[in-house]
């Protein structure tokens, strides 16, 4: 999947989504949003400028969400999104409400309306975790100006193909048809079992 798509997946698919923001003594507070739409400008969403939350928005300039999908945890898609924020006013709330029309029944007239703002998440990056799949299914995604992170575990040079660290791999996904052996990132669950067993420290972890 493209970007694009896990951006659509989270706006369509998922819509709710669990946001955090820093508060002013820099301790994490969480919210419920819903990503009103796309593009390939990023994520919009908004608010109520008489909201705590517009203020913690506008202190910050950032903000981390999280999406989930699926009847129980094994049947789970995740998607999980942090970056920068920007205020873009009043301009694109015809435009979102005609996409999402229940908006009308919590902010039902022209003078209600007043009091909200849009906001797009227009840089970061994110994952994409899928229970549902055996073995797990990841994959690290970016926008906007922001390189894609290389996080995970990874085999080094130092490997000599023990394979010691298969028997503790939860997701069987360390490939051993090369030498080194390759950890496949879009399978491993970061649970850390390989690092910590390896006999030669042949392991390392990109944060």
């Not at 694009?4 to 419920?32: M, R």
């Not at 791999?169 to 030498?179: E, L, R, V, Y």
């Not at 006999?199 to 990109?206: D, L």
């Amino acid at each position: 999947m493209t970007t694009t798509e896990f951006l659509n997946y989270l706006q369509k698919e998922i819509h709710t989504t669990v946001a955090a923001t820093i508060d002013d003594s820099g301790l994490p507070i969480t919210c419920a949003i819903d990503i009103m739409d796309t593009d390939k400008n990023g994520l919009y969403f908004l608010t109520a400028k008489g909201k705590g939350f517009y203020n913690r928005l506008k202190s910050h300039n950032y903000i981390a969400l999280t999406g989930m999908k699926g009847k129980n945890t094994m049947s789970c898609v995740a998607i999980s999104v942090r970056g920068k924020i920007k205020e873009l006013g009043s301009n694109l709330l015809p435009q979102l409400f005609e996409k999402n029309p229940y908006m009308n029944e919590i902010y039902p007239t022209a003078q209600s309306q007043k009091a909200l703002t849009v906001f797009v998440l227009y840089e970061g990056n994110g994952e994409w975790f899928d229970l549902s799949k055996k073995p797990i299914e990841r994959f690290s995604f970016s926008f906007g100006h922001t390189e894609k992170k290389k996080e995970g575990y990874f085999i080094t040079d130092s490997c000599i193909g023990c394979r010691t660290c298969e028997l503790v791999c939860p997701q069987n996904c360390i490939d051993f048809t090369s030498k080194p052996a390759i950890i496949r990132q879009e399978n491993c669950l970061h649970c850390g079992n390989c690092i910590n067993i390896c006999p030669q420290n042949a392991i390392i972890q990109e944060k």
